[in-house]
T-cell receptor, first 113, second 109 residues
């Protein structure tokens, strides 16, 4: 059983640029959600994708967007990067109900300079 | 809005010294309470799911319990490899998960 894989592991971008982060979900999981974790804080919910559509969103602006593909993998896109976007971005996959738990990837560390 | 408060923020124990971590939560409807372990720079690693008051789960030196307002993670005779941040989490589904800030646990040999 494969786990959740995220790429890249580290990334440095300049303020104002755009970035795309990628996530492959665990085998048997059909739902992907993304979280932002600032240093010393718990992860914050960005959004969730199910059946290739966003079906839930946290308190993040529209410049945070995503995609889910037919194989359940996903992308997180962030436009017009700001310094405060520097964080660990985590992807989690689950079955739709989430009752069997969520499997997290190791994250992408994004630094905006 | 779901809320999770964990205490203490940090805890330093000697190897073999048992203790408990606390999680207080407020939810509109409990879909599940999860405990995760997170090592520095890594993603959270699933430990337990609890669904109803009175439920208990155990794994090696860890035991999680649940009441209507709190959950406790008991650690018995901890070892240095148990050092990590332990996250209490509620929610799920389209509303996403709500995390506490975590308890940073250090076990000294």
């Amino acid at each position: 059983e494969t786990g959740v894989t995220q790429s890249p592991t580290h990334l440095i971008k300049t303020r104002g640029q755009q970035v795309t982060l990628r996530c492959s979900s665990q085998s048997g999981h059909n739902t992907v959600s993304w979280y932002q974790q600032a240093l010393g804080q718990g992860p914050q919910f960005i959004f969730q994708y199910y059946r290739e559509e966003e079906n839930g969103r946290g308190n993040f602006p529209p410049r945070f967007s995503g995609l889910q593909f037919p194989n359940y993998s996903s992308e997180l896109n962030v436009n017009a990067l700001e310094l405060d976007d520097s964080a660990l971005y985590l992807c989690a996959s689950s079955r739709y109900s989430g009752n069997y738990g969520y499997t997290f990837g190791s994250g992408t560390r994004l630094t905006v300079v | 809005e779901d809320q999770v408060t964990q205490s203490p923020e940090a805890l330093r124990l000697q190897e073999g010294e048992s203790s408990s971590l606390n999680c207080s939560y407020t939810v509109s409807g409990l879909r599940g309470l999860f405990w995760y372990r997170q090592d520095p720079g890594k993603g959270p690693e699933f430990l337990f799911t609890l669904y109803s008051a009175g439920e208990e789960k155990e794994k090696e030196r860890l035991k999680a319990t649940l009441t209507k307002k709190e959950s406790f993670l008991h650690i018995t005779a901890p070892k240095p490899e148990d050092s990590a941040t332990y996250l209490c989490v509620v929610g799920g589904g389209a509303d996403g998960l709500t995390f506490g800030k975590g308890t940073h646990l250090i076990i000294q040999p």
